[in-house]
């Protein structure tokens, strides 16, 4: 049974750092594509990154493009979202998603979903 789990979540200042990774277990993960969603309070689920399964193509949600980083290690099963220059806006509950095939920015057309990560960005 494929499980994913994310951790890495906290709290930062704004305009600092934060590395999110997430650690799938059970799948063949070199043939996932993966993907990251937040959501904040009071908010719809939103895309954030997505990266396909060679790992040769990203694509982001212009809220946060030119500050984060998607990436995968396919040895480690690990996926990770570098956030640079965080805003107050990207406070939310941080979560990955696999998907055989091509990551949708679309939360629920995905296949496996984790139970996500708390990011709180202070002032």
């Known amino acids: 049974q494929v499980q994913l789990v994310e951790s890495g979540g906290g709290l930062v200042e704004s305009g600092g750092s934060l590395t999110l990774s997430c650690a799938c277990s059970?799948?063949?993960?070199?043939?996932?594509?993966m993907g990251w969603f937040r959501q904040a309070p009071g908010k719809e689920r939103e895309f954030v990154a997505a990266?396909?399964?060679?790992?040769?193509?990203?694509y982001y949600a212009d809220s946060v493009k030119g500050r984060f980083t998607i990436s995968r290690d396919n040895r480690k099963n690990m996926v990770y979202l570098q956030m640079n220059s965080v805003e107050l806006e990207d406070t939310a509950v941080y979560s990955c998603?696999?998907?055989?095939?091509?990551?949708?920015?679309?939360?629920?057309?995905?296949?496996?979903w984790g139970q996500g990560t708390q990011v709180t960005i202070s002032s």
């Open positions: 059970g799948c063949t993960f070199s043939r996932y594509a």
């Open positions: 998603a696999a998907k055989r095939g091509i990551m949708s920015t679309l939360y629920d057309e995905n296949e496996y």
């Open positions: 990266l396909s399964w060679t790992g040769l193509s990203t």
